[in-house]
């Protein structure tokens, strides 16, 4: 799955790069619970995003974020 990102980043043009990262909904998002990439990413006010799902059950747990432990609000 990362191989497969990465291939496709370097492949991109600058433009290309720029453009993706606006439209982050179609760009592949790995998923720093699962490791695999998110399904249905659901990014967090720091930016990082995770699975809807896994970032749901990681919340039960701790209230913050996995990457950069900053406090998760308004999870819906
Ligand atoms: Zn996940
Ligand atoms: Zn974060």
Not at 6 to 27: H, M
Not at 44 to 49: K, P
Not at 52 to 60: A, F, L, V
Request: glycine share 2%; net charge negative; aromatic share 6%.
């Amino acid at each position: 799955m990362n191989c497969i990102a990465v291939i496709q980043k370097s492949e991109a043009t600058e433009q290309d790069v720029k453009r993706l990262e606006r439209i982050d909904i179609t760009f592949d998002q790995t998923c720093s619970i699962c490791l695999d990439v998110a399904v249905q990413p659901y990014s967090l006010e720091c930016e990082h995003s995770f699975c809807k799902e896994c970032i749901k059950g990681w919340h039960q747990r701790s209230q913050e974020c996995p990457t950069c432990r900053a406090p998760i609000k308004n999870l819906r």
